[in-house]
């Protein structure tokens, strides 16, 4: 069952997605604007949002709205995991020597037709279709962004596409997506302006009679009514050839969609942030009415007898015509009354004032039900967390955030092998030497730890015959390229293989080898050679 577009607003969006934008605005810092009483505070002008209405307006406010945003944690610590743990993509296939001749023919003609430059010698096709997929799709840049965006919304999208800006991934937000009823297929629909004009671009995918169908539709907007626009004219706006598109023995949609923490009440998935909402903004309460408080209170004042103040206001009218223009050097000399006091310093303890103990029970709650190591804030709040620490202590104690990470992981990786085969399925149908798989990822440790002991851990492993020369040196320069790592292999491979008579008789390099068999002077080192003779 395919959906009728006849209007477009918000509410739309909402009745799919939810509260997309309110976890939105709660990640981004727009509390003020979000909790109740903050907007209370700031209407009684008791408080100032410095960052929304400015410095002109906060002026004559000395107490801002002050904000501990634990809800941009919740979000960024999995992604942070998971983005330093993934690496380059790898093809399972190695393409044969015709098909790499063929690609390397194809390149120099393009080169001596005027159309491109560079290195074009191809030693594995399917292998580097794959890095053209990933460099088009600058998938390097976008690992931590997908995981923000993912765990913020509840969901996102990716759709693989074709055009003159070469076979890539593009990834949406989770708003864009509306599923069919019958798990058939797909709409994503954009607002976009166009020669200043307001559209909304709704790009279908449907499986009909094993086979799939895309569309594109172009809607004019005016007043939340939605006017569709006439094919030649849509194809005119949108710059494309044809809005439909039938690809034969295609039985699922090329988009993808990743849900977070699905369950069958939610099975486009939740944000991360859901009923997080009201610890945050009692949060933000304490340490903001901490702050009035200390700003009416925190400050030392003076107290003296009543005749003393009266005398102060007599001196003040005669000098000044206003007796609250008291001048403070008046106070200097002064007389005691009978009792033998004169004035007196009042200053409340601000110790007292707030209670950082309450802040620190609400985020410890937002951190068990979001599945958050403690750990991995404590290092802010307890100066550096302790020291120095080895990669497995750091395991430990980031244990809770790490398992959560490494279920994302998964995930992350399943959606993206997806979004590759998607990819390749397309390169296939216009070069049929092209073979649909799923990459390998390979992966990196998610845990920060030093040089010294990344070394060692792989030294070990290869030692011990449980890792591969080439999965030790990528491991040990992780952010090495391809060309590096391959010619890196060929150097320690080819010093393993290289033996000379010096080294077969004396054995490989030792101090005499590198002299030629010489003492330190220059002289020739005699051996201990018996003559047959």
């Known amino acids: 069952m395919t959906l009728k577009w006849e209007e477009w607003n918000q509410k739309i969006i909402e009745n799919v997605h939810g509260k997309v934008y309110f976890y939105r605005d709660l990640y981004e810092g727009k509390h003020s604007q979000l909790f109740p009483r903050a907007k209370n505070l700031i209407e009684k002008g008791e408080i100032v949002d410095t960052i929304v209405e400015g410095r002109q307006k906060a002026i004559n406010v000395q107490t801002p709205y002050i904000m501990a945003n634990i809800s941009k ?98 990834f949406k937000q989770r708003d864009v997506y509306f599923p069919h009823e019958d798990e058939l297929g797909v709409d994503l629909a954009y607002e976009r302006t166009i020669n200043g004009e307001d559209y ?35 194809k005119e706006i949108l710059g494309i050839d044809e809005l439909e598109n039938t690809y034969k023995g295609r039985s699922r949609p090329f988009v993808v969609y990743w849900s977070n923490e699905e369950t069958f009440m939610n099975p486009l998935g939740v944000s991360c942030l859901k009923n997080q909402e009201g610890k945050q903004d009692e949060i933000n309460w304490t340490l903001t009415r901490s702050a009035i408080v200390y700003e009416r209170n925190g400050k030392p004042r003076i107290a003296v007898s009543k005749e003393i103040m009266q005398a102060l206001k007599e001196t003040a009218h005669e000098r000044y015509g206003d007796e609250s223009k008291i001048d403070h050097r008046d106070l200097e000399i002064t007389t005691f009354d009978e009792n033998g006091k004169a004035m007196e310093v009042i200053q409340i303890d601000i110790t007292k004032i707030g209670d950082l103990q309450w802040v620190k029970d609400l985020m410890k709650l937002m951190f068990i039900e979001t599945k958050t190591s403690e750990k991995a804030v404590d290092f802010y709040l307890d100066e550096g967390g302790g020291g120095a620490q080895s990669g497995v202590a750091k395991f430990y104690d980031l244990f809770i955030s790490i398992v959560k990470a490494e279920q994302i992981q ?124």
């Open 410 to 533: 998964g995930e992350y990786i399943y959606f993206l092998q997806q979004l590759f085969e998607n990819c390749l399925w397309l390169a296939n149908q216009d070069d049929s030497t092209v073979i649909i798989e799923e990459p390998e990822i390979t992966l990196k440790s998610m845990v920060p730890i030093s040089r010294k002991e990344l070394i060692e851990e792989n030294t070990i492993a290869f030692s011990g015959g449980t890792q591969s020369l080439e999965t030790t040196v990528r491991r040990n320069n992780p952010h090495a390229s391809e060309e590096w790592i391959q010619e890196e292999i060929a150097r320690i491979e080819e010093e393993k293989m290289s033996d000379d008579s010096s080294s077969l008789a004396l054995g490989r390099r030792t101090l005499q080898n590198f002299l030629d068999n010489r003492d330190e002077n220059g002289n020739p080192i005699q051996n201990d050679v018996v003559d047959d003779e």
């Open 73 to 170: 944690l919740i979000p960024e610590i999995p992604a942070m995991f998971v983005a330093r743990s993934i690496g380059q993509m790898n093809s399972s296939i190695t393409s044969t020597e015709e098909q790499n001749e063929d690609a390397n023919e194809e390149t120099d003609e393009i080169i001596e037709g005027g159309q491109g430059t560079g290195n074009t010698e191809i030693d594995n096709l399917q292998q580097e279709l794959i890095n053209q997929i990933e460099k088009n799709s600058k998938l390097t840049l976008k690992h931590w962004t997908n995981v923000v965006q993912h765990q913020i919304d509840g969901g996102l999208v990716g759709v693989p596409w074709n055009d003159e800006r070469g076979l890539r991934i593009d």
């Open 200 to 234: 909304l671009h709704v790009y279908r995918e449907r499986v009909e009679g094993g086979d799939l169908k895309t569309t594109h539709f172009l809607y004019t907007i005016e007043n939340e009514k939605l006017t569709e626009v006439e094919e030649s004219a849509a």
